[in-house]
């Protein structure tokens, strides 16, 4: 059975107006049009899908909110795959065209602003980004190798930066590379609202009754759970859902939200957009490292500026749990990680 376009987006619209009439106008549906596909969907589950109260709107039913929440779960894991084909589409065009606008290739850890960022930078500058997700030390590798221009990592204040750090070490090239100060933001434990389970740190992974989602191997936010599940002496072996993974943030909060996990790691604005109650752990600053004799490039520039504006800054303040207050400083590695060796890179 294949789901028809129209009524996921009709779902997501009668989830956030609380109007069919609305809703069907927004997706671009007669009410009439709109109806008979809930009315089509309802006899095929078996179910209504949606509940009209008079006088107070319509609201999605369980089933109604679970489709709903799959599929957007669905679409969170295929993101980053999907934003990857994109650039290396858009790479392949532009080197088949003329092409008179700066390109610049961002190889990066998933991060919310980033595809933000992008949209900015075309629109006020005029500059391509060309933004391929890949987890935090593989896109440091990838700059290393010249295969992109700017590699995006974060890493945890605090005690568990010096854990971290060792994985990013072999890449981090103290006398070639500078680093951009793009956003602090929050990291902490996913669960469902009201937390049902009493979860309040990974020490209560430890039970077959708690289902866990976890981040993709070689990514940021994989090497912070490993690193706290070390410190609190645990081991992935017998939690239950370890080597089940997700790519991305939203797709861990969607899991979770769909009721196909209990408990997850991941950032604090992606909780608040699917409703889940957030219990932070730690604090992270995502950075983008690139050689310094790149830095006089026009289009590094203008990245650089476009962080440094007050539009960034704002855009960044729509998500919960960041903070653009240093976006933009221009950083040496040995200024926040004076541990590193001097031959290092």
């Given at each position: 059975?294949?789901?028809?376009?129209?009524?996921?987006?009709?779902?997501?619209?009668?989830?956030?107006h609380?109007?069919?009439?609305?809703?069907?106008?927004?997706?671009?549906?007669?009410?009439?049009?709109?109806?008979?596909?809930?009315?089509?969907?309802?006899?095929?589950?078996?179910?209504?899908?949606?509940?009209?109260?008079?006088?107070?709107?319509?609201?999605?039913?369980?089933?109604?909110?679970?489709?709903?929440?799959?599929?957007?779960?669905?679409?969170?894991?295929?993101?980053?795959?999907?934003?990857?084909?994109?650039?290396?589409?858009?790479?392949?065009?532009?080197?088949?065209?003329?092409?008179?606008?700066?390109?610049?290739?961002?190889?990066?850890?998933?991060?919310?602003?980033?595809?933000?960022?992008?949209?900015?930078?075309?629109?006020?500058?005029?500059?391509?980004?060309?933004?391929?997700?890949?987890?935090?030390?593989?896109s440091?590798?990838?700059?290393?190798?010249?295969?992109?221009?700017?590699?995006?990592?974060?890493?945890?204040?605090?005690?568990?930066?010096?854990?971290?750090?060792?994985?990013?070490?072999?890449?981090?090239?103290?006398?070639?590379?500078?680093?951009?100060?793009?956003?602090?933001?929050?990291?902490?434990?996913?669960?469902?609202?009201?937390?049902?389970?009493?979860?309040?740190?990974?020490?209560?992974l430890?039970?077959?009754?708690?289902?866990?989602?976890?981040?993709?191997?070689g990514?940021?936010?994989?090497?912070?759970?490993?690193?706290?599940?070390?410190?609190?002496?645990?081991?992935?072996?017998?939690?239950?859902?370890?080597?089940?993974?997700?790519?991305?943030?939203?797709?861990?909060?969607?899991?979770?939200?769909?009721?196909?996990?209990?408990?997850?790691?991941?950032?604090?604005?992606?909780?608040?957009?699917?409703?889940?109650?957030?219990?932070?752990?730690?604090?992270?600053?995502?950075?983008?490292?690139?050689?310094?004799?790149?830095?006089?490039?026009?289009?590094?520039?203008?990245?650089?500026?476009?962080?440094?504006?007050?539009?960034?800054?704002?855009m960044?303040?729509?998500?919960?749990?960041?903070?653009?207050?240093?976006?933009?400083?221009?950083?040496?590695?040995?200024e926040?990680?004076?541990?590193?060796?001097e031959?290092?890179?």
């Amino acid at each position: 059975m294949q789901l028809e376009p129209n009524l996921l987006r009709l779902l997501e619209a009668i989830n956030s107006h609380k109007k069919l009439s609305t809703a069907a106008q927004e997706t671009g549906l007669s009410y009439r049009h709109a109806w008979g596909i809930l009315e089509k969907w309802t006899e095929i589950f078996g179910m209504p899908l949606v509940t009209l109260e008079r006088g107070k709107g319509a609201f999605l039913t369980t089933i109604g909110e679970k489709l709903l929440l799959t599929a957007q779960r669905i679409q969170n894991r295929l993101a980053p795959q999907l934003q990857t084909l994109s650039a290396e589409m858009e790479s392949d065009i532009n080197q088949m065209l003329p092409y008179d606008k700066p390109v610049i290739r961002l190889h990066a850890s998933h991060d919310l602003v980033l595809a933000q960022l992008r949209k900015m930078l075309l629109k006020q500058r005029g500059s391509c980004l060309n933004l391929q997700f890949k987890g935090s030390v593989d896109s440091l590798i990838s700059l290393s190798r010249s295969r992109c221009d700017i590699a995006g990592f974060h890493i945890p204040t605090g005690s568990l930066s010096q854990r971290i750090l060792a994985h990013y070490r072999p890449w981090l090239k103290t006398r070639l590379y500078k680093l951009i100060y793009l956003v602090q933001r929050q990291q902490g434990i996913l669960v469902a609202p009201g937390n049902p389970l009493n979860i309040h740190s990974l020490t209560d992974l430890p039970s077959t009754k708690i289902r866990f989602i976890n981040r993709q191997n070689g990514s940021g936010s994989r090497l912070l759970i490993d690193a706290l599940l070390e410190e609190a002496g645990l081991s992935g072996n017998n939690i239950n859902g370890y080597d089940t993974e997700e790519f991305t943030h939203f797709a861990v909060a969607a899991t979770i939200a769909s009721g196909n996990a209990d408990f997850g790691f991941g950032i604090e604005a992606a909780a608040h957009q699917f409703g889940l109650e957030f219990i932070p752990q730690l604090t992270e600053i995502y950075y983008l490292a690139l050689r310094q004799d790149t830095l006089d490039q026009p289009a590094v520039q203008e990245l650089v500026h476009s962080i440094n504006s007050p539009e960034f800054r704002t855009m960044v303040g729509t998500f919960t749990g960041y903070d653009a207050t240093r976006a933009g400083e221009l950083i040496s590695i040995r200024e926040i990680f004076p541990e590193l060796s001097e031959t290092t890179g």
